[in-house]
Every structure is written in C-alpha cells, then in structure tokens.
C-alpha cells in the first residue's frame, strides 16, 4: 500500500477538514436492513457523502464485497446477481456492465477502502438517506413488484425486492384484516389498492407503514377467516405470500402453468409486452418487458452462435417479430410464442460469433447485456478435476467414482470455455494420479489466472445433498460466489452456499481459487444425478457461466515483459 501514503495523507487530511468544518466529526452511523454495522473504522463525511469501508458493509444486505489490488477495482455482488464495480479515485462504476457514476470516489485510507454508501447502495437498487437527527445513514431494501394473482379460490401474492425483508404476519379483528409486515423494506411501488373479490380477501392495501424501523404493511380486508404462508425464495429476494379462506384447499397453480417452477409463482401467465435491442459498439442489450416476474432459462446453440430466452409461463403479446440489428456482432433477434401449453415465451438472439452475457431481473424487466468482451480472452482457467488414478475419491452408494465424475465434468468446463476463446489449463484430461501439492504449483507456474477445482461430496450422513462452494483467500470470494450463485439457480438441488476451507489447493494459490463441490455422491438421489449426463452438462454450464461472468469483471494479468 506504500504507493498511495503520501496521497492518502492528503486525502485524509480533508476528510477531516471537511468534518470539522461542518460540525460532524462525530462518528456516523451505518444502518444497513436494520443492522448498525461495526464499521472497521469510522464512517466520515466528505463533499456532503459519508464514506464508510467496504468490510462488512453489504452483508446484511445480501450482498458481498471484495477489493482487487491489481487494478484497484472493488466488485459488489448479490444474490440476483447484480455486479457492481468501481474503482479507487474514480467516480466511473458500472453497474452490470452499464455504465453508471458515484459523486466521490472511492478512496483508500489506512489499510480501508471507502465508498460512498448512499450512492453504492443505490446502484444495489437500495434505498439509503441520510438522517441528520440520527446521524445515520440509513440503508433498506426496497419492495419494487406486488403481483397478485387469483387461482381456483386462493390468492398468491408476489413480492419482488432489491435486498432481503424479514416477514411478519398479523390477524387483527373488527373488522378482520391480515397484516403482513415487511421489516427494513422501503415501499417503491406505485399502486396502493389491489381489488382482490376472491380467496376471502376483498382488497389489499399497501403503505409505507412506519420508519426508523422501516416497516412497509400491506393490509388484506378480509370477508372470512384465511390461512397464510409465507415462503421466501433462495435464489432471489422474491417473497410469496399465499392466502386462501380457512380449511379450504391450498393455492394450486392454474392450468397450463409449467412444471416445477419454485413456488409455484408462475401462477397466472405473465405477459410479455415488449422486447427491443439497444445496439452498444458490436455488442448491446436485449430487453425484455412483461407484467411480472419472469421464470426464465437461457441456452447457448452453436453453428451458428445463437442465445435462446425461454420465458416459462408466458404470452408473447406483440406480433410475432424479428429485430434487425445489422453492424453489430448480433445478426438477428427474435420474438415469438414458442410453445402455447405451457404457454412459453422465446427470444433467440443469433449471432455472427461467440458473445459473453450478463442477464439480470428486475421489476418485470429482463435485461440481457451483451459484451465482446475479448479481454476474456487473455486468461488462462486451471480447471482441476479432483482425485484420479490411484484415487477414486468417494465412492456412491452404487459404486460411482468420484474420481470419473469430475474429470467428465471438467472437460465439459473446458470445452464452454474453449468455445469462448479461453485458453484452458486442465491439471489432469484423463484418469491419472495427480500430487495434491503440485495442482496448485502447475496452476501457478504455467501463469494461470484463475484456479477451479471440482469435486463431488461425500457426508457420513446419507441425506445430507446439494451443491456448495469452497474458497479461501478474500480474493476468491467472488469467483465462489458467482459459480455458487450459478449452480443455486440451474441444479434444482438444495445450495448450501459458500464456505471457507483451509484446503491445500486453495491455500497454496495466490490466484483467485476455488473448490466446487458439486454434489453429493453419498446421497443416492445425488449420485443418480452425477450419473446422468444432462445433469453433468448443467453442471458444467454453471461452473463455466460463473467462471466467464468473473472473468468479465477481473483484470487480465499484466504480461511480464
Ligand atoms: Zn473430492
């Protein structure tokens, strides 16, 4: 950190300044979802923004944060996958690779990065202000979608949010009202009366309830007793209240609605209104507008590179259409009703060659943000399937090895990733003893920039199952995140998140590293799974989707001359 102390003297010289001169060298607190966040240091006020270090910061919203010394850039992640990145003494950020602006720029102090916390969290889509009596900033996540949708005599309620909300409910007589509380939420929506006429519910009123604690309500008027669950979704911040009147049947998805879906959300189908393309130099983004939240699925085809969007549970409104969009490294894109039982919407995307994407959901609105992103192209992937030769690794109940598992997998890895234009180094291609010592050290010395090893579980316990990563080093964190978040939503098998683990190859690598696990081979059901080879395949898609999204954000290692 040397290189910056003379600057940083400067720089924390009129922080200082600029506290006094306004009276507030008092410590300012950050209140982030309700949590009063043990800042490292001290929060400070400069140019009008309290700036507060990243440790620690985004957690209870949800979200993560890490700093990369090679270009000094700091990536903020959450669980639907919004990336933001900024860097140190710039006001630049991007914002899943939009371009976006802080109005002070983050700055190192001491051994702390600082960040302007109103401004980073609203790129999060948070609501954050500054209270003056407090003297805090105060930091929610916001309610941006309420979908209500009546089936077969029962009422399910979407809620789409920007960060997670703790749910209470209330029964309240005279008259009977259902009160659901939804704690450290910020109301952003614009309709305050649902009419409702079903399900024992007459309407449903919402209103920024209280703040300080923020509490948003929405209040059901009922005409009968009902029941109500509640459930939260583990890969988004969607909440699903789902009423019906008292001993009558549960909330059943209406016909034609697809299969499986979590939460049976896709109750009524949502309608897709619209889809454009904004062109951005060869690459650009593809927007897709509808009523509600999607459930959608997205597959990459070859010969020639096409990107199809299947939106589950949906009805193309537009007439059929083809979107030309010649000049740009997209050919075409079009829309249509692909299938009408169930009812599914598809856009494919044809392109002139392989491009990376970044898609993300909010509010109704599907965003798929298209790069060139050629500067993937310089890293170098280790991809280290674990065990081999003299080690099988853990054997599943029906005798599948470990050991055969992962090296299928691995060269899947390779093979999405060599598609991209990657350079792959795998540690072993065939069924060979590889030193667990020298994983790490060939990684490392062939120049590698990143290192992923993968493996599948084994637990004393048979029914422990899911997919979970492991990673060390604070550098690894988001490559951990990104490939668990990627997995979590295509496995269909619990996601047990990520976790630290002072495994050798992980320890022994100063690259961002990783060990995937990616499922239980000593549960039955999950070693059924890691035989079939579509399942291996969606393990492999996640690994490599995961991998090409860090890749987008981490810089390619300056070349020694
Ligand atoms: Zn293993």
């Known amino acids: 950190m040397k290189f910056v102390a003379a600057a940083l003297l400067a720089v924390a010289a009129s922080w200082m300044l600029a506290g006094s001169a306004a009276g507030q060298a008092a410590g300012v607190k950050v209140v982030v979802n309700g949590v009063d966040v043990p800042l490292a240091v001290p929060a400070v006020v400069f140019n009008g923004q309290v700036m507060a270090p990243i440790?620690?910061?985004?957690?209870?919203?949800?979200?993560?944060?890490?700093?990369?010394e090679t270009d000094r850039s700091i990536v903020v992640t959450n669980r639907v996958r919004t990336t933001v990145v900024f860097w140190l003494n710039e006001t630049a950020a991007l914002v899943n690779g939009q371009p976006r602006s802080l109005p002070v720029a983050p700055a190192?102090?001491?051994?702390?990065?600082?960040?302007?916390?109103?401004?980073?969290?609203?790129?999060?889509?948070?609501?954050?202000?500054?209270d003056e009596?407090?003297?805090?900033?105060?930091?929610?996540?916001q309610?941006?979608?309420?979908?209500?949708?009546?089936?077969?005599?029962?009422?399910?309620?979407?809620?789409?949010a920007?960060?997670?909300?703790?749910?209470?409910?209330n029964v309240i007589s005279n008259p009977d009202r259902l009160v659901v509380d939804f704690i450290n939420a910020t109301l952003r929506t614009q309709e305050r009366l649902y009419a409702v006429s079903d399900a024992g519910v007459d309407r449903i009123r919402t209103a920024q309830f209280q703040v300080k604690p923020y509490v948003s309500r929405m209040v059901f008027d009922l005409n009968q007793p009902v029941e109500v669950s509640i459930t939260t979704a583990p890969t988004s911040y969607l909440v699903t209240l789902q009423v019906r009147p008292k001993g009558s049947a549960p909330w059943q998805a209406p016909e034609g609605a697809s299969k499986g879906s979590p939460l049976g959300r896709s109750a009524n189908p949502v309608k897709v209104t619209g889809v454009s393309f904004q062109p951005d130099g060869q690459a650009g983004r593809i927007t897709v507008d509808s009523t509600g939240s999607m459930d959608y699925k997205i597959r990459e085809?070859?010969?020639?590179?096409?990107?199809?969007?299947?939106?589950?549970?949906?009805?193309f409104i537009p007439v059929k259409r083809e979107i030309s969009v010649d000049g740009t490294s997209v050919v075409a894109v079009r829309a249509a009703q692909f299938t009408a039982r169930p009812p599914v919407t598809r856009i494919v995307v044809t392109l002139k060659r392989k491009l990376n994407y970044i898609i993300n959901q909010s509010a109704g609105r599907l965003t798929i943000d298209l790069s060139t992103n050629t500067a993937a192209r310089g890293h170098l992937v280790a991809i280290d399937p674990g065990h081999g030769g003299e080690d099988p690794g853990a054997v599943g109940p029906s005798g599948l090895r470990e050991a055969d598992v992962v090296l299928d997998i691995a060269l899947r890895v390779r093979d999405l990733l060599a598609h991209d234009g990657i350079r792959v180094l795998m540690i072993r291609d065939s069924d060979t003893t590889v030193d667990l010592a020298d994983r790490p050290r060939v990684a490392r010395e062939s120049g590698s920039?990143?290192?992923?090893?993968?493996?599948?579980?084994?637990?004393?316990?048979?029914?422990?199952?899911?997919?979970?990563?492991?990673?060390?080093?604070?550098?690894?964190?988001?490559?951990?995140?990104?490939?668990?978040?990627?997995?979590?939503?295509?496995?269909?098998?619990?996601?047990?998140?990520?976790?630290?683990?002072?495994?050798?190859?992980?320890?022994?690598?100063?690259?961002?590293?990783?060990?995937?696990?990616?499922?239980?081979?000593?549960h039955a059901d999950d070693e059924l799974r890691l035989r079939d080879q579509a399942f291996r395949q969606h393990v492999a898609e996640a690994v490599h989707h995961g991998i090409v999204r860090f890749l987008a954000i981490y810089p390619v290692p300056q070349q020694a001359p």
């Open 162 to 169: 920007t960060g997670p909300m703790q749910v209470e409910t």
């Open 449 to 522: 920039t990143i290192y992923v090893s993968i493996h599948a579980n084994a637990s004393p316990r048979a029914a422990v199952n899911g997919t979970e990563t492991f990673f060390l080093t604070p550098q690894s964190l988001v490559l951990a995140q990104m490939i668990q978040d990627e997995l979590g939503v295509v496995l269909g098998i619990p996601s047990r998140g990520i976790k630290t683990a002072n495994f050798v190859v992980l320890r022994d690598n100063d690259i961002p590293s990783v060990l995937v696990e990616t499922a239980f081979i000593s």
């Open 133 to 141: 009596t407090d003297r805090a900033v105060f930091v929610n996540s």
């Open 301 to 315: 085809f070859m010969f020639p590179d096409r990107l199809a969007i299947d939106v589950q549970n949906a009805v």
């Open 143 to 160: 309610i941006t979608g309420i979908t209500p949708q009546v089936s077969a005599g029962a009422l399910q309620v979407a809620v789409d």
């Open 55 to 68: 440790a620690g910061l985004f957690e209870p919203m949800g979200a993560i944060a890490a700093f990369y």
């Open 108 to 130: 190192l102090l001491g051994s702390q990065v600082f960040v302007p916390v109103q401004a980073t969290f609203a790129l999060l889509g948070a609501w954050a202000r500054f």
